[in-house]
């Protein structure tokens, strides 16, 4: 039970203050008079103030509050190194018994694990949390068990008590990581971008190590093995193989002694794109396609179009001087003998063989295709005459032959089963709102595979492979007719795109692949294929675990699944004879870019109420009360500060000055007064 003295005041204080000021003023005006009662007017007037402010005692019934010490736990994944975890455990429990024991104290445990994503030690988002829910003025200390890599110290709250680091590691850690500094998620295929990297060691690191070995993989190929400095920026160019993902894995093999190994590997997921895209587009003769294929390729900013139209032929015989003439001369030997591999795609439109391009130039175009290049030929009625380019050294590797037959008559061009799971022909739309063509050239298939079929579902689109190369014959030279909008028109300009990328390698073109496409630690896995079904595909995991995942078909051709991958690293996809390679999260997890235990994240925020840092491994700290603001740590001990804090159960309040005792007083020393002047009148 405490009791005060409290004033609540029957008039404002300003009135009071002025009803003062004149009672204080009839008092001197007294004395200065002579008056002899002036000291007993002065008593009344004091005792009608007091009244009027209401002096009241307020009596509390008070239950004491016990203070609460927060003790966060640091159970993220840098803990698990060394024997960490042990001494956090041990270090906890043996705090809580002490802390326990304490008189009218108690204690809250609070557990911090590894937060989602890769946000690292979230300390302070567990203790503000904390502190929501506990009343602050309760709060007489806060202990963080943990090596003190923390990652959101720029979050730390005003804290209401001292705050105590008890670090856990050894003095003698030391540990190797590997860190690179730029990684562009874009680069040009076949030309050198440059990586910067580094190779640090921290902590109490062996004396004399300068140098440490270096192993560099491309999509999980076997590494190439290479020596790198210690403690210096090294400047690797890299040269990206293919289009697309491209995984390049920088690896330091584990050194003994070294607290872990999770930060010894980086993994770099660029996207390969091509420069620009060289096409040679040679037209026989001017027709309205040749305008669309020119039209679709120029609006390609990614593609370089040389593009020739043959208006001359040798046979042409008109009197015109050769030197009089405006035309610029058609380079053959210069672009099909030395620079024809300059080019990624080779586009026949409607062209015949007119002894314009002999026998060995196209020879030398077979060579091209066998060797890596692409052939498109777009087939206009020459195709079936025996000028065609399939009666030339390029009949070979053309996938269909002519009949020398030419259907003029009217037809809607349709996606064959296998074109409906081929990415070049897949999800066009609606074949029956197509506009019609009007003229096919009549082919039988020989190889390859056929996406569209026309007149009586002769072939109209075959594509093939040779060699190492691409060849697409087109048995119609009415495309353009879609582009005009005859009869509603249709997908022309998609289809075309996509047969031109597709034989330029696209990635995402491919009829058979096998890739994934990753979000955080889920991945989805695409199986790109004609076949009707697919196998498993077998995952292995960074640990080398393996598990197979049963695909299902989500469109024609295509099959997915998704997988969460539990671990954090590089993952490997097998399905028959494709393969593939993905990673999950970052290779070296914020959790170890640093390892080393230090104090020196959370010093500002331990020094703001004179907190301090314990070593577990120099033992135990004694536990001390110390006084708002003053030290509260020092050698082999830490403080906490008693709150004194309560709850009131009940409050009482009782007038000091009751409205009788008032009357009487006051009117007793006025009446003194006024019979003192009487009687010395």
């Known amino acids: 039970m405490t009791g005060t003295v409290i004033f609540d005041p029957l008039i404002p204080w300003p009135i009071l203050t002025f009803v003062a000021m004149v009672a204080l003023s009839g008092v001197i005006l007294a004395l200065w008079r002579g008056l002899s009662g002036w000291a007993l007017r002065g008593l009344a007037g004091l005792i009608i103030l007091a009244a009027l402010s209401g002096p009241v005692y307020q009596a509390e019934d008070r239950a004491p509050l016990t203070d609460i010490v927060l003790m966060i736990e640091d159970e993220s994944a840098s803990q698990t190194l060394s024997d960490r975890s042990e001494q956090t455990t041990q270090t906890a429990n043996a705090l809580a018994t002490e802390i326990e024991a304490r008189d009218n104290t108690e204690l809250r445990r609070i557990r911090v694990g590894d937060s989602e994503g890769d946000e690292g030690t979230q300390v302070m988002a567990a203790l503000n949390a904390a502190l929501a829910e506990e009343p602050r003025a309760r709060i007489a200390g806060i202990l963080v068990v943990s090596d003190g890599i923390v990652h959101d110290a720029d979050q730390a709250p005003d804290l209401p008590a001292p705050m105590h680091l008890l670090r856990t590691g050894r003095k003698d850690d ?61 400047e690797l160019p890299i040269t990206l193989p293919h289009g697309g993902r491209n995984v390049i894995q920088f690896t330091v093999p584990e050194a003994e002694g070294e607290l872990t190994d999770r930060n010894n590997t980086a993994l770099i997921q660029m996207n390969g794109v091509r420069d620009r895209l060289r096409v040679l587009l040679v037209s026989g003769e001017p027709h309205p396609g040749g305008r669309t294929w020119r039209n679709l390729l120029k609006s390609d900013s990614s593609v370089d179009l040389v593009h020739f139209t043959i208006l001359r032929p040798p046979e042409k015989q008109d009197g015109v001087p050769v030197d009089e003439l ?27 063989r007119r002894g314009i391009l002999p026998a060995i130039y196209l020879d030398n175009v077979g060579d091209y295709i066998v060797n890596g290049g692409a052939v498109l030929v777009a087939a206009g009625p020459d195709f079936a005459t025996a000028d065609s380019l399939f009666r030339s050294p ?40 197509w506009g019609a063509w009007l003229r096919q050239i009549d082919v039988s298939q020989l190889s390859g595979d056929l996406l569209m079929t026309g007149v009586d579902d002769r072939p109209l689109l075959v594509l093939d492979r040779v060699g190492e190369g691409r060849v697409a014959l087109m048995a119609s030279d009415h495309a353009w007719l879609w582009s005009r909008g005859f009869e509603g028109g249709g997908p022309q300009l998609e289809l075309l795109r996509r047969l031109a990328h597709w034989m330029m390698n696209e990635p995402e073109l491919e009829e058979e692949a096998l890739w994934a496409e990753a979000n955080g630690q889920s991945m989805r896995i695409i199986r790109q294929t004609l076949e009707n079904e697919v196998g498993p595909v077998t995952v292995t995991r960074p640990n080398g675990d393996t598990l197979d995942i049963t695909l299902n078909q989500v469109s024609p051709g295509r099959f997915e699944a998704q997988y969460f991958g539990p671990e954090i690293g590089l993952y490997r996809l097998e399905e028959g004879a494709h393969s593939a390679v993905i990673g999950l999260g970052p290779a070296a ?21 004179r907190g301090g840092t314990i070593q577990v491994e120099d033992g135990l700290p004694a536990i001390r009360d110390v006084r708002v603001g003053r030290p509260a740590a020092g050698r082999g001990w830490i403080g906490l500060t008693p709150r004194e804090a309560y709850e009131t159960r009940d409050v009482t309040q009782a007038g000091l000055l009751p409205p009788w005792l008032v009357l009487l007083l006051a009117g007793g020393f006025l009446l003194g007064g006024w019979l003192r002047e009487g009687r010395r009148s």
Do not use: C
């Open 174 to 234: 030391w540990d190797r990581r590997l860190i690179v500094r730029n990684a562009p998620a874009f680069a040009i295929i076949g030309e050198p971008v440059t990586l910067t990297l580094r190779v640090e060691d921290t902590g109490a690191a062996p004396i004399g190590a300068a140098s440490a070995p270096l192993e560099i993989s491309v999509d999980g190929a076997e590494p190439e093995q290479f020596t790198i400095p210690i403690g210096l920026d090294v």
């Open 326 to 352: 405006s035309l610029i001369a058609f380079p053959t030997r210069e672009l099909f003998l030395e620079k024809i591999n300059d080019f990624d795609l080779i586009i026949f439109d409607r062209y015949k």
């Open 394 to 433: 390029l009949g070979p590797v053309l996938p269909a032959k002519p009949s020398a037959r030419v259907y003029e008559e009217r037809f809607v061009p349709m996606v064959t089963d296998l074109g409906q799971r081929h990415p070049v022909t897949t999800n066009l739309g609606d074949a029956e709102t």
């Open 589 to 609: 997890p914020k959790e170890f870019e640093r390892t080393i235990a230090t104090d020196e994240i959370l010093s500002p925020v331990l020094a703001s109420l």
